[in-house]
């Protein structure tokens, strides 16, 4: 198993996916995160882009001695003028990762809320809160954590409203067993996979 294939399977990016496939970035989106965001690609990845287009690919640098990474310089020379993907296919690990965002602690992964990303914030937290309802918890226990997760969701929808004027955005982590459990609560909706084999370059 090669490096890329090591990463995707300790952040679980097929469960990511799997997610991903119900939602679409928005026109008004603007593409904020590729043109303002941190995009981090591996040594594989650069060297594939190198050979898609050299001369875009000048615009990675690479982060050694410090990181084994390289670093697309924002806005990304591979976004379209219409603001979609110029390689989508192709697309590095971090940009199809994306409203979730790898963190350190290796049990959890980040999600931001981008117009997409809070979505999903709000999905998850409905989840969340409909297996709170059906526990044995005290009521009172369970009122406080509803109460608690419509905060979060409100706190998100504040964070979204002037997202593309941040540099930063608040993350909820999300622990990788809920997120496996969270992926098949979608599937079981029968929603229409409306970013599976779709042409968005």
């Known amino acids: ?4 294939e090591s990463v995707k399977k300790a952040i679980h990016y097929n469960t990511i996916q799997n997610i991903l496939q119900y939602y679409i970035c928005p026109e008004e989106c603007e593409a904020h995160c590729c043109k303002n965001g941190q995009i981090h690609i591996f040594e594989e990845e650069y060297m594939n882009f190198s050979l898609i287009d050299p001369e875009k690919a000048k615009r ?3 982060e050694m001695p410090a990181s084994p990474l390289y670093r ?15 390689i989508y296919y192709q697309r590095p690990i971090v940009c199809a990762l994306y409203p979730f965002k790898v963190n350190t602690s290796g049990n959890s992964i980040g999600l931001q809320p981008c117009p997409v990303g809070f979505l999903i914030i709000r999905e998850f937290a409905l989840w969340i809160i409909s297996n709170i309802s059906n526990t044995n918890l ?11 997760w419509e905060k979060t969701v409100e706190s998100y929808a504040e964070e979204l409203s002037g997202f593309h004027m941040k540099n930063t955005l608040k993350e909820i982590q999300i622990p990788f067993d809920e997120l496996e459990m969270f992926s098949i609560y979608m599937a079981s909706k029968n929603l229409p996979k409306i970013n599976s084999g779709l042409d968005l370059g």
């Not at 198993?1 to 890329?4: E, L, T, V």
């Not at 005290?138 to 608690?148: F, L, N, Q, S």
């Open 1 to 4: 198993m090669n490096m890329i």
């Open 72 to 86: 697309i310089e924002t806005p990304c020379s591979f976004l379209k003028p219409h603001d979609r993907c110029g």
């Open 60 to 62: 990675i640098q690479s």
């Open 138 to 148: 005290p009521d009172d226990e369970k009122a406080k954590y509803i109460a608690d």
